[in-house]
T-cell receptor, first 114, second 113 residues
Framework: ETGVTQSPTHLIKTRGQQVTLRCSSQ?????VSWYQQALGQGPQFIFQ???????GRGNFPPRFSGLQFPNYSSELNVNALELDDSALYLC?????????????FGPGTRLTVL | AQSVSQHNHHVILSEAASLELGCNYS??????LFWYVQYPGQHLQLLLK??????LVKGIKGFEAEFIKSKFSFNLRKPSVQWSDTAEYFC???????????FGTGTSLTVIP
């Protein structure tokens, strides 16, 4: 059974650019959640996708958007990058809504914005 | 907005010592509570969770946590730690039906052999 995978592992962008991060959920999981983890902080919930629909969103601006595909993999898109967007972005999948099921986390994508 | 506080940022214990890590949250409604652990070089993984029922929940590796509603707390405990418990521990709260998740800032535990 393959776990949660994320790509790329590292990424460097400049302010104003756009970025797309990808996540493959664990087999049998229909829910993907995205988190931003700044250095020395806990993960901050960005949003959750359940069966291809956004189902819960944290306090992030609209320039953070996402998609979930029919195979339940997911993308996180961030437009107009700012320096403060530099962080580790974590994806987690679960066999149902994350509030009631165990989340399985991926290794993360380290984004640096210059 | 909901917040989760972990007051112990870094804890150092000797093997066989008892552990208690504090977690407090600010939401007054129904909550689902979690403790996650990240061992060095590994992904975040679930230690234990509380949804309802018995407020004392047991997780993996001998960990347990107690939900005290009146204190808005969900402290993590282990009677006797091992060197292999060295890790970062995160408390998390889910607030249904909004399906939002809130993590604390984490507590780094170092166990000295």
């Amino acid at each position: 059974e393959t776990g949660v995978t994320q790509s790329p592992t590292h990424l460097i962008k400049t302010r104003g650019q756009q970025v797309t991060l990808r996540c493959s959920s664990q087999s049998g999981h229909n829910t993907v959640s995205w988190y931003q983890q700044a250095l020395g902080q806990g993960p901050q919930f960005i949003f959750q996708y359940y069966r291809e629909e956004e189902n819960g969103r944290g306090n992030f601006p609209p320039r953070f958007s996402g998609l979930q595909f029919p195979n339940y993999s997911s993308e996180l898109n961030v437009n107009a990058l700012e320096l403060d967007d530099s962080a580790l972005y974590l994806c987690a999948s679960s066999p149902g809504l994350a509030g009631k099921n165990e989340q399985f986390f991926g290794p993360g994508t380290r984004l640096t914005v210059l | 907005a909901q917040s989760v506080s972990q007051h112990n940022h870094h804890v150092i214990l000797s093997e066989a010592a008892s552990l208690e890590l504090g977690c407090n949250y600010s939401y007054g409604g129904t909550v689902n509570l979690f403790w996650y652990v990240q061992y060095p070089g590994q992904h975040l993984q679930l230690l234990l969770k509380y949804f309802s029922g018995d407020p004392l929940v047991k997780g993996i590796k001998g960990f347990e946590a107690e939900f005290i509603k009146s204190k808005f707390s969900f402290n993590l405990r282990k009677p006797s730690v091992q060197w292999s418990d060295t890790a970062e521990y995160f408390c998390a709260v889910n607030t249904p039906p909004g399906n939002q998740f809130y993590f604390g800032t984490g507590t780094s535990l170092t166990v000295i052999p």
